[in-house]
């Protein structure tokens, strides 16, 4: 199958889609596709006449463009397939304020938040007291994000978010352990625990540095708890409207009580991120992941174009 890999663009996680490209051009020509690799950041004004030419695209983007819809939109609009959710289910998930408003509307437990989107007046105090967490509302890989235990802790975190042209979600600070919950097609997969070991939570460090969290797959979690996470990331990926794949992350209590933080329409997709590894649990390896998400494409391509 010819293959357009669309990876790059120009959003803070740039690098991180690079890296993550790289190893999936090198599966998918093991396994005999041909790949066109395609840096949106260069490439953007030739998407449409380069995706006619291809049988599929496949988008490994992080942040926007890529986790807004806007990728998906236009290769729509040359009826090329690509992998996971529409525009406007990617859109509603990477908006972090919106989703956890559709979260709460589906019943789904999610912190209380609020939204900032512009810089607050100096006396400003969360309604939930501290210590908070802050972070850029559209951002991921644990860019931009910082633990507050108060005002003047609070303002540099917010400076770098609204430097960087973003706004801000706020969360109060939640005890707990983080566990993480991939959706492959109708079904959960197997959640993973993942502790900290280069600071105090998930930050970027600990997820991108080498052995800065353990990550334990399956999580040796009891039996009704994993269930009820399975449970939880497969309605939180229905009521956003997504598709294919997608991966739930939560902060677990010491009680076992769960909370929903952020659904990404576009996980990390190195043969060691995230899904992967409960894919592998799953008895797919890397190169069968991807061509798995491949077949979902085509599927829901195929059923839009019956549709029309």
């Known amino acids: 199958m010819k293959i357009l890999l669309i990876a790059g663009g120009w959003s803070s996680e740039r690098e991180i889609s690079l890296i993550g490209a790289r190893g999936m051009q090198a599966a998918l020509e093991q396994r005999g596709h041909s790949v066109t690799f395609f840096d949106l950041l260069d490439q953007f004004d030739h998407l449409l006449e380069c995706a006619q030419t291809h049988d599929f695209a496949l988008i490994n983007l992080h942040g926007a463009p890529g986790e807004d819809g806007l990728v998906q939109a236009m290769l729509e609009r040359v009826h090329c397939p690509y992998q996971g959710s529409g525009p406007a289910g990617s859109f509603l998930a990477l908006n972090k304020a919106a989703?956890?408003?559709i979260f709460r509307q589906a019943g789904l437990p999610t912190a209380d938040w609020v939204l900032l989107t512009r810089r607050p007046d100096a006396d400003w105090e969360p309604p939930f007291g501290w210590p908070v967490f802050a972070k850029s509302n559209t951002g991921g890989s644990s860019l931009h994000l910082g633990r507050a235990?108060?005002?003047e802790e609070l303002a540099p975190i917010l400076d770098e978010i609204f430097n960087a042209g973003e706004c801000a979600i706020i969360e109060p600070q939640l005890t707990g352990r983080e566990v993480t919950c991939g959706v492959l097609g109708e079904e959960a997969l197997a959640p993973i625990l993942i502790e900290p070991?280069?600071?105090e939570f998930f930050d970027f460090t600990s997820k991108y540095a080498k052995g800065g969290a353990?990550?334990?797959?399956p999580a040796p979690l009891p039996d009704e708890v994993t269930a009820d996470v399975r449970r939880i990331a497969l309605?939180?990926?229905?009521?956003?409207g997504l598709a294919g794949y997608s991966r739930a992350d939560f902060i677990l209590g010491a009680d076992?009580?769960?909370h929903l933080l952020e659904v990404n329409t576009l996980?990390?997709?190195t043969p060691t991120s995230l899904v992967p590894q409960e894919a592998a649990v799953a008895g797919l390896d890397f190169g069968q992941l991807l061509e798995r998400l491949i077949e979902l494409g085509l599927q829901r391509h195929a059923g839009t174009a019956r549709a029309r």
């Open 214 to 217: 353990r990550e334990l797959c």
């Open 197 to 199: 070991v280069a600071g």
């Open 256 to 258: 076992n009580s769960l």
């Open 99 to 101: 989703a956890k408003q």
């Open 267 to 269: 996980p990390g997709m």
């Open 149 to 151: 235990a108060n005002r």
């Open 235 to 240: 309605a939180a990926h229905k009521a956003l």
